[in-house]
């Protein structure tokens, strides 16, 4: 009996060693995650980082190309660029105020301002301003180079107390400067300018842009130079043509009646008045004793 026994657990305990055995285990179901992989949101950044570099570079590029339009469409007249150039500037470059300035003997005077109030634009106004040496434009006037200020309260123009940063300061409230000179052959013939009322400093890309548009700047200044050469020299062309033409007449009459000279009078002032410019004119014969009206 106890070996009966004794295989009955035996087999009881292999039955329930061979349900452990043979037991599946179910798979652990997948976590669920509201998260996106590292790898899908560095992707997604770049992508979103070349967009932003993409729409910056064409406007960019749109803004030059529409100031070069304006040049070539300008016919001398450099108000309209000057204003171009100082609002794309302000705008691709984040700033608030823009200034254009034109070398004046030993000073600058303004051709263009934007978004400056009156007491500022009233500044120049009054004359060329002759900046300290210390002061930003006076470093650039110096160096011939862009001069990039991140924060003007703590340059040392103003712990200077110079009068036309202080009252700059003081009307504009600008705190981040930068300017682009000019240049022309070298020379410093002006500089752009603009200003931000907060301490931001302007990244490379748009320094570069300001350099950008400072050289086309100095495009449209030559290119008004030229073609105001061009018609003076044209106008000169033409006068002279005319006046020959009026000789030619004269010469003309005068083979043409021999012995008579009211025609060739009348001719010789007729062309004289043309040419002038004047309204109306008289020749007189002397007799030794008096004047006498011939035409």
Same mark, same amino acid.
């Given at each position: 009996?106890? #070996? +009966?026994?004794?295989?009955?657990?035996?087999?009881?305990?292999?039955?329930?060693?061979?349900?452990?055995?043979?037991?599946?285990?179910?798979?652990?179901?997948? @976590?669920?995650? %509201?998260?996106?992989?590292?790898?899908?949101?560095?992707?997604?950044?770049?992508?979103?980082?070349? @967009?932003?570099?993409?729409?910056?570079? !064409?406007?960019?590029?749109?803004?030059?190309? =529409?100031? !070069?339009?304006?040049?070539?469409?300008? $016919? &001398?007249?450099?108000?309209?660029?000057?204003?171009?150039?100082?609002? $794309?500037?302000?705008?691709?470059? =984040?700033?608030?105020?823009?200034?254009?300035?034109?070398? #004046?003997?030993? %000073?600058?005077?303004?051709?263009?301002?934007?978004?400056?109030?009156?007491?500022?634009?009233?500044?120049?106004?009054?004359?060329?301003?002759?900046?300290?040496?210390?002061?930003?434009?006076?470093?650039?006037?110096?160096?011939?180079?862009?001069?990039?200020?991140?924060?003007?309260?703590?340059?040392?123009?103003?712990?200077?107390?110079?009068?036309?940063?202080?009252?700059?300061?003081?009307?504009?409230?600008?705190?981040?400067?930068?300017?682009?000179?000019?240049?022309?052959? &070298?020379?410093?013939? %002006?500089?752009?300018?603009?200003?931000?009322?907060?301490?931001?400093?302007?990244?490379?890309k748009q320094i570069e842009l300001l350099t950008t548009f400072a050289a086309q700047a100095v495009i449209a200044i030559e290119n008004t130079r030229l !073609?105001?050469?061009?018609?003076?020299?044209?106008?000169? *062309?033409?006068?002279?043509?005319?006046?020959?033409?009026?000789?030619?007449?004269? *010469?003309? +009459? +005068?083979?043409?009646?021999? &012995?008579? *000279?009211?025609?060739?009078?009348?001719?010789?002032?007729?062309?004289?008045?043309?040419?002038? #410019?004047?309204?109306? %004119?008289?020749?007189?014969?002397? #007799?030794?004793?008096?004047?006498?009206?011939?035409?």
């Amino acid at each position: 009996m106890a #070996d +009966i026994g004794t295989r009955a657990a035996d087999s009881d305990a292999m039955k329930n060693r061979r349900r452990t055995t043979t037991k599946a285990k179910r798979p652990s179901a997948p @976590k669920v995650s %509201g998260r996106r992989k590292p790898s899908s949101v560095n992707a997604d950044a770049t992508i979103a980082l070349l @967009k932003r570099e993409r729409d910056e570079a !064409l406007e960019r590029e749109k803004a030059t190309a =529409e100031v !070069l339009r304006l040049i070539s469409a300008s $016919s &001398g007249k450099l108000e309209p660029v000057f204003d171009a150039i100082l609002a $794309s500037a302000l705008r691709l470059c =984040e700033a608030k105020f823009g200034s254009l300035l034109l070398v #004046d003997g030993d %000073g600058f005077r303004a051709a263009a301002t934007k978004n400056a109030p009156k007491a500022y634009a009233d500044i120049y106004a009054k004359g060329p301003v002759r900046p300290g040496p210390h002061t930003a434009i006076g470093r650039m006037a110096k160096t011939k180079s862009v001069v990039h200020i991140h924060d003007i309260r703590a340059d040392r123009a103003f712990t200077e107390r110079d009068p036309l940063r202080l009252v700059a300061a003081k009307i504009l409230k600008a705190r981040t400067f930068l300017a682009a000179p000019m240049l022309k052959e &070298g020379e410093l013939i %002006g500089a752009i300018i603009i200003r931000r009322q907060e301490v931001r400093p302007f990244t490379n890309k748009q320094i570069e842009l300001l350099t950008t548009f400072a050289a086309q700047a100095v495009i449209a200044i030559e290119n008004t130079r030229l !073609l105001n050469e061009l018609r003076q020299r044209s106008s000169d *062309l033409s006068e002279s043509l005319e006046q020959q033409t009026a000789t030619s007449e004269v *010469l003309g +009459i +005068i083979s043409s009646s021999p &012995g008579e *000279l009211e025609p060739v009078f009348a001719a010789m002032l007729r062309n004289a008045v043309q040419l002038c #410019d004047a309204k109306f %004119g008289n020749i007189y014969r002397w #007799d030794a004793e008096a004047l006498h009206l011939v035409v």
